[in-house]
Nanobody
Framework: QVQLVESGGGLVQAGGSLRLSCAAS????????MGWFRQAPGKAHEFVAY????????YYADSVKGRFTISRDNTKNTVYLQMDSLKPEDTAVYLC?????????????????WGQGTQVTVSS
């Protein structure tokens, strides 16, 4: 089992920045690939970013490319999502996910464990 706890969400003005963290406990964190997803009110979950177990491979949704950066520190069992130039349309609950064998990085069922999420609200 892997437990994931997100933090760092909040209210920010458009153009501002936030840094989300996802702390993992349980089985060896470094063996898991990690992803960030988000869900806005009334909408389906949306893939945001992916990072491989080593951190050498990352993918981003087109909507956040160039503004968001995913990273991880395996010594701290933590993955981060640095969000810059935030827009009102980034408002959502952000969730992190972990998977041992993620075959399709943007697909929710590829991940085995999920956190509860942290709210990000961007005001215009």
């Amino acid at each position: 089992q892997v437990q994931l706890v997100e933090s760092g969400g909040g209210l920010v003005q458009a153009g501002g920045s936030l840094r989300l963290s996802c702390a993992a406990s349980g089985r060896a964190f470094s063996g898991y690939t990690m992803g960030w997803f988000r869900q806005a009110p009334g909408k389906a979950h949306e893939f945001v970013a992916y990072i491989s177990w080593s951190g050498s491979i990352t993918y981003y949704a087109d909507s956040v490319k160039g503004r968001f950066t995913i990273s991880r520190d395996n010594t701290k069992n933590t993955v981060y999502l640095q969000m810059d130039s935030l827009k009102p349309e980034d408002t959502a609950v952000y969730l992190c996910a972990a998977g041992l064998r993620v075959t399709t990085y943007f697909n929710r069922p590829s991940y085995d464990y999920w956190g509860q999420g942290t709210q990000v609200t961007v005001s215009s």
